[in-house]
Each structure stands twice: as structure tokens, then as C-alpha cells.
């Protein structure tokens, strides 16, 4: 479809969903090819498909040739399908970045730099990164963070003194 005369081109410029229920009584489409021809819409609803980010990857949409509206549940729908389909998108991107981090790797023959002193990792770009920030960017991987046993002993060796004293239980 023709930008000029797409009703998805006005569906994502918003932030809400556009609702059109007679194109014939709308001033943006009454004279639209796709309204006067093939494939004579005359009902659109298009929901924004946004990103984590904000930025809008097209529009998830519904065409009628009769006027129509959508009630509160089928709005509710379409807007749950948007959040999927991006999902999905989102989903896909982290994927190939993943195996595209791993055929780095591949034709690294299995080798990750890493430094030795701060576990910065070498990227695909060959910048150095925290291996945190790496591992998020070509995968799905979330961190949650703690302190293992070993590394409580070795620095906070009071609060684990006073753990087997029962002095300090952690909540």
C-alpha cells in the first residue's frame, strides 16, 4: 500500500489506537483510493505496535467493508495481540543477536576475551563490556544480584560472625 494512502501511516503517528468507523465520514479518507476502490474499506481500527523503547514498529489492524466500531473487550484484545506481536518481535531481534554473538564465538573457535581484572568481555565490535550488559544484549538473560558465601567471608567477614550467632538473620 501507497504511505499517502495507508491508514496505518495516521494509526502510528498516534499513541492511542485509531478507530475509524465510516471512512466515508472521515475528512482524512473519504476521497482515499482504498475507500472509493478496492478494497473499499470503510471500517479501520490499527493499534501502535511500541517497543520497550517507545519507538513504534507498525500497527496491528483490522479493516471492515461495512462502518463498525469495537466494543471495550475487543479493544482490550487487539491491544493484548499488539503487546504479543511485539513480544514476539522483541523476542526474535534478542534471538539473532544471539546466535550472531554465538558465531562470533564459533569463528572465535569457542574463545571469549574476558578480562582478568575486571571480567569486562570483548564484544562482536571488539569494545570491552561489563559481562552483564554482553550476556543482556545477546540474550534474554536478567541478573539479580547477591553475595555468594565464599565472598561474604572474604569481605564482610562481621555480618557473617554475627549470622552464626544469630545476632543478624537476613531477610
Same mark, same amino acid.
Given at each position: ?6 491508514? @496505518?501511516?495516521? *494509526? #502510528? /503517528?498516534?499513541?492511542?489506537?485509531? #478507530? =475509524?468507523?465510516?471512512? &466515508? ?9 482504498? =475507500?472509493?476502490?478496492? %478494497? /473499499?474499506?470503510?471500517? &479501520?481500527? !490499527?493499534? %501502535? ?12 489492524? =483490522?479493516?471492515?467493508? /461495512? ?14 495481540? *499488539?503487546?504479543? #506481536? $511485539? ?13 550472531? *554473538? ?14 582478568? &581484572? @575486571?571480567?569486562? =568481555?570483548?564484544?562482536?565490535? !571488539? ?18 544480584? !547477591? $553475595? ?8 564482610? %567477614?562481621?555480618? $557473617? ?8 538473620? %537476613?531477610?
Amino acid at each position: 500500500t501507497r504511505r499517502d494512502w495507508s491508514f @496505518c501511516t495516521h *494509526a #502510528i /503517528k498516534e499513541n492511542n489506537p485509531l #478507530i =475509524v468507523h465510516d471512512a &466515508y465520514q472521515d475528512k482524512r479518507f473519504i476521497n482515499n483510493p482504498l =475507500v472509493t476502490g478496492e %478494497p /473499499k474499506i470503510r471500517f &479501520y481500527a !490499527g493499534f %501502535p505496535l511500541k517497543n520497550n523503547e517507545g519507538n513504534k514498529l507498525g500497527t496491528l489492524c =483490522v479493516i471492515d467493508r /461495512k462502518p463498525g466500531s469495537l466494543d471495550e473487550e475487543q479493544c482490550s484484545i487487539m491491544e493484548l495481540l *499488539a503487546k504479543q #506481536i $511485539v513480544s514476539f518481535l522483541e523476542l526474535r531481534k534478542r534471538s539473532l543477536n544471539l546466535l550472531d *554473538a554465538l558465531s562470533h564465538l564459533h569463528n572465535q573457535e569457542g574463545i571469549l576475551s574476558v578480562c582478568s &581484572y @575486571c571480567r569486562e =568481555v570483548r564484544n562482536k565490535d !571488539g569494545d570491552w563490556q561489563h559481562i552483564e550488559k554482553y550476556l543482556s544484549n545477546v540474550s534474554n538473560i536478567q541478573f539479580s544480584h !547477591g $553475595v555468594c558465601d565464599s565472598c561474604m567471608e572474604r569481605h564482610f %567477614p562481621d555480618v $557473617v560472625e554475627a549470622w552464626s550467632k544469630n545476632e543478624y538473620m %537476613p531477610s
